[in-house]
C-alpha cells in the first residue's frame, strides 16, 4: 500500500506571494490533517478534511486554508506569506474512524 | 484543550544505556495515545499507541510504553539503546472529538543523541 505523498517536496518563496501544498493520503482512508512543524513552535495542527469537509481547524489566522476533493486528496493554500511561515507542512493521513495517522515526508516551505 | 508535556528536550546517552523518556498529558477522561519518531531526514513515523486494555504497550524497534492513568503518563522506554535511535521522539494525543477530527496535540519532542 501506497503511503502519504506530498507535492512538492521543497519550496522557496518571497513574502507577500502565495504558495499551494498538495497532499494524496492512503488509499482507502477519507480524512487528511495538516500540521506546521518549527524548531520554536514545534508540531501545530492546521485543520482536517473528511470527506470533502473541513471539521475543525487550528489556531492559524486565515491566510492558511485548505480544501479536500472527492478523491480524498487535499491542498492546502498560505496567502501573503510571511517569514515565519517558513516551516515544514505535514499532511497526515487518517485511518477511518481511529485517531491514528500516518505522516508524509512534508513540504520544506522557505519564504524569503 | 489537550496540552502535552514532554520533560527532556535533549536527551545524550551511550549504546546499550536504558532509556526513558516521560511524557504527561492533561486530558483525564478516556484517551489514546501516541509516541512518533522522526529519524534525521525522515518523516515521522508511528512508534506505538495506546487505545484501551493492557496498559504496557510494544511498538516497534524494541520500544515500549507504560499508560499510567493516575499520573496522566504515558512514558516511553527501551532496556539498550543503539546508535540508530539517534532521533527525535514526540508524544501526541488526540483532541477531544475522536476520529481524529481534531488532530494531534504533539509535545515539543526530545532530541534523543545516542553515541557509540
Known amino acids: 500500500k501506497a503511503g502519504v505523498t506530498q507535492t512538492p517536496r521543497y519550496l522557496i518563496k518571497t513574502r507577500g506571494q502565495q504558495v499551494t501544498l498538495s497532499c494524496s493520503p492512503i488509499s482507502g482512508h477519507r480524512s487528511v490533517s495538516w500540521y506546521q512543524q518549527t524548531p520554536g513552535q514545534g508540531l501545530q495542527f492546521l485543520f482536517e478534511?473528511?470527506?470533502?469537509?473541513?471539521?475543525n481547524k487550528g489556531n492559524f489566522p486565515g491566510r492558511f486554508s485548505g480544501r479536500q476533493f472527492s478523491n480524498s486528496r487535499s491542498e492546502m493554500n498560505v496567502s501573503t506569506l510571511e517569514l515565519g511561515d517558513s516551516a515544514l507542512y505535514l499532511c497526515a493521513s487518517i485511518l477511518t474512524g481511529t485517531d491514528e495517522q500516518f505522516f508524509g515526508p512534508g513540504t520544506r516551505l522557505t519564504v524569503l | 484543550a489537550q496540552s502535552v508535556s514532554q520533560h527532556n528536550h535533549h536527551v545524550i546517552l551511550s549504546e546499550a544505556a536504558s532509556l526513558e523518556l516521560g511524557c504527561n498529558y492533561s486530558?483525564?477522561?478516556?484517551?489514546?495515545l501516541f509516541w512518533y519518531v522522526q529519524y534525521p531526514g525522515q518523516h515521522l513515523q508511528l512508534l506505538l499507541k495506546y487505545f484501551s486494555g493492557d496498559p504496557l504497550v510494544k511498538g516497534i524497534k524494541g520500544f515500549e510504553a507504560e499508560f499510567i492513568k493516575s499520573k496522566f503518563s504515558f512514558n516511553l522506554r527501551k532496556p539498550s539503546v543503539q546508535w540508530s535511535d539517534t532521533a527525535e521522539y514526540f508524544c501526541?494525543?488526540?483532541?477531544?472529538?475522536?476520529?481524529?477530527?481534531?488532530?494531534?496535540?504533539f509535545g515539543k519532542g526530545t532530541h534523543l543523541i545516542i553515541q557509540p
Open positions: 501526541a494525543v488526540p483532541g477531544d472529538s475522536g476520529g481524529g477530527a481534531d488532530g494531534l496535540t
Open positions: 486530558y483525564g477522561g478516556t484517551v489514546n
Open positions: 478534511y473528511f470527506s470533502e469537509t473541513q471539521r
